[in-house]
């Protein structure tokens, strides 16, 4: 009977520290996950991060080159009014001349 009884309390003890290491993983199992999720939340936070600045950092750079480029048409712009005036003056100055030709 003694071995019965043994074999018994053995069997109970190994179900109780099965139990125990069940649990245990279970709480590493979580605390894994916990900590896993906490690294991916930091992770997605800092690509967000250099998401908005790589978008800053081309905004930038597209305003200033769409400032140059208005610079460029600004000054040609200007050039070329000043031809179509210079040529204006000159149909002006002709027109004076037929003017005077015609009255004298």
């Given at each position: ?45 800092k690509a967000k991060e250099e998401a908005q ?9 597209k305003e200033e080159e769409a400032g140059k ?31 005077i030709e015609t009255v004298l």
């Open positions: 009977m003694v071995d019965i009884s043994e074999t018994i309390g053995e069997i109970r003890q190994a179900e109780s520290d099965a139990d125990s290491i069940i649990e245990d993983a279970n709480k590493k199992s979580t605390e894994m996950i916990q900590e896993a999720r906490l690294k991916v939340e930091e992770d997605v936070e600045d790589e978008v800053k950092h081309i905004l930038l750079a480029e208005a610079t460029i048409i600004t000054n040609q712009s200007e050039s070329d009014l000043k031809d179509s005036l210079r040529g204006s003056q000159n149909k002006i100055d002709d027109a004076a001349d037929v003017i």
